[in-house]
Structures are given as structure tokens and as C-alpha cells.
């Protein structure tokens, strides 16, 4: 129905998705309501942190079970994602909620791990692709039956993205939007899930080194960008910023509060300081890359994670920039 949220369960045996304790994948999807066009869609990427080892992720499944099934998983109703006109512009758009169920950022390419004696299902790009070729049929089939020109994929208007594990998410996924749905005109959003590397010997750019292997991940990777460099944010955007701006709406909206306690650790930096000089660095770095931009939210007095579903900071502003218009105009401006 047109308006309203409806869980899909996916058939595993058809299109190979699986959750991290071997259940079904399902996602959440709310067509545009009547009137409004369906091929403007936000897509959303669940949050959840990420385990590594034998021992994180079997205490995680011990003590959070529903971080490894997507079949109770609501979608989010606040800030960028909320169904009020009067909170979001986007209210009326297509949406899709991808949930999280792998620990794995959503780039494991359909592999069982084997960590000691526990064996965990990474097949977090496997479900996002699946869900999102699923909604791409739907939509298709009910523009045409509409009349008119029907779905062109050329003119889909997408904001895709996620928060935290899901920001990850984002910037892994993103190029696949653009290369094989053919979806030109999307915009990706990471909301805390910066992916900085510390520089040490442990972090994200080793991690990426170890698991993009392990998590069967290289095969999906662009082929500009496959190394385990390649797993940290700064360097993702140098590598497909060339390819960017191919329609005016095609880049990145990299959104975070820079003290971000969750963030800080799911990175493996230790020191506050040096997290927040390495975010420093990474926007100086890459913000007057083409198809690149920021949004800090500006909170120095207590950690904040995610900040687009927040509807203070989203309709807050920072230098008189408020977040909601800012979305707004990268989409239709």
C-alpha cells in the first residue's frame, strides 16, 4: 500500500541473503504517498557497531541477539527519516529501512566466517543489494502501470545513507548505486561513520587489510578502490570524487558531531584529542574535493552519535546553515 510501512522477508534461497543467526533478512519499505512520485526515494542504513574477534562477537550475540536478526527491526521516524512535512522535506518520499543483522558494516559479500567456534554469516551487501534491486522491481512495476514515461532509472532521485555501522554502510555501498543500479542522481549520507583510521598498527585501514578478505568484500569493491586503505573514509572519497558530480545531486553529505564517544571507539582511537584532530585533518583534507561535503554539528559539551534523526540538530544550524535545509538544497539545488 501507497503511505504506509510494509516489512518484505526475503527469500533467502532466491536471491542468497542471510542474517547473522541464520534467519531470513527482511527490510521495511513505505511507498510514496498517493500523488507523490515514487522514484524519490531515502534509503536507510541501521546502526549497530561491528564485532571483529571470536570473543566480541560471541558476547555481542550472547548479550544482543536482535543485533544478528532483521525480522523485528522498526524503521526510524525522526529528523531526516520523519513522515512529517513539518519536520522533514522529505516526509513524502519513498522510503526504505534496511536493517543491520551481519556485524560486518555491511560489506560482507556472502561468506560464514569462522572465528574459533563461532561461525557468523557476513553477508551485509549481500542483503543491502538484494533489498534494494527488490524495491527497484516494485517501483518499476508500479510507474509503469501508472502510464506515462514509467521508471526511468536516470531520473530516480535517491538519498542514500546511514547511520553509524550504517554510515560504514554508506560509504562501501555507495558506488554500487551509481555503477550498477544506475541510479545517477543519489547522494550519499554517512551520519557517524566517519571510518578515520588512527594510524596504528590496529584500526580501520588494518582491519580492512585483514576482513575484506576474510568477509568476502573484494569482489564487490570498485575497482578504483579495493585495498584495505581503501575500508578507511578520507581515502574512499579521494578514490570516487573524480567520478562524482555527474548530476549535479551525485556526492557525499558527511554528517557527524566531532566529540562522538561511540564513533571515537568503534575506530579504535583512545584518545579523544587525536580523534578529533584526525576529523579535523580528514575535512581539510578532503572537503574542496569535487562532489564532497560536510556538515559538523557543533555539541562540545557531551558526546553526541548520529545526528540527522536528532530533530534539534536537524533543524538546528550551525554558522546559520540549518542541516534540514542544507539536505534540502543539495537535492533539488
Known sequence: ????????????????TLCGDGTDYAFQIRLAPEGAPLDRMVIGLQG???????????????????LFNALDDEPYGFGIASNDPAESPFADWTKVYLPYCNQDVFAGGGVVEVLGNLELPRYGAVNLRA??????????????AEGGA???PDQVLALF????????????????LLDDLQWPRTAAFPDAG??????????????????????????LLPP????????????????????????????????SNPKDDTQQGDAYFSDEATWINTMRQSVCDTR???????????????????????????????????MRDWFWRAMTE
Open 131 to 144: 533489498a534494494l534491486r527488490m524495491v527497484r522491481d516494485v517501483v518499476w512495476k508500479e510507474m509503469d
Open 48 to 66: 549497530g557497531g561491528v564485532c571483529i574477534f571470536e570473543d566480541d562477537c560471541s558476547a555481542k550475540l550472547a548479550s544482543a541477539p536482535g
Open 194 to 219: 566517519m571510518a578515520l583510521d588512527n594510524g596504528e598498527l590496529f584500526g580501520v585501514a588494518a582491519l580492512g587489510q585483514v576482513k575484506i578478505p576474510a568477509w568476502g568484500t573484494q569482489p
Open 224 to 255: 578504483y578502490c579495493f585495498d584495505g586503505g581503501c575500508a578507511v573514509g578520507p581515502v574512499r572519497y579521494e578514490a570516487i570524487s573524480p567520478r562524482l558530480k555527474q548530476s549535479p545531486e551525485q556526492q557525499f553529505l558527511i554528517v
Open 161 to 176: 545513507g546511514g547511520w553509524s555501522a550504517g554510515g560504514y554502510g554508506t560509504l562501501y555501498n555507495y558506488h554500487w
Open 1 to 16: 500500500p501507497r503511505g504506509e510501512w510494509t516489512q518484505v522477508v526475503v527469500d533467502g534461497e532466491k536471491w542468497g
Open 288 to 322: 574542496d574535493l569535487p562532489g564532497i561535503n560536510y556538515y559538523l554539528t557543533s555539541v562540545s559539551d557531551q558526546s553526541i552519535h548520529v545526528v540527522s534523526l536528532r530533530p534539534d540538530l536537524w533543524a538546528g544550524s550551525v554558522d546559520g546553515e540549518v
Open 150 to 152: 514509467g521508471f526511468r
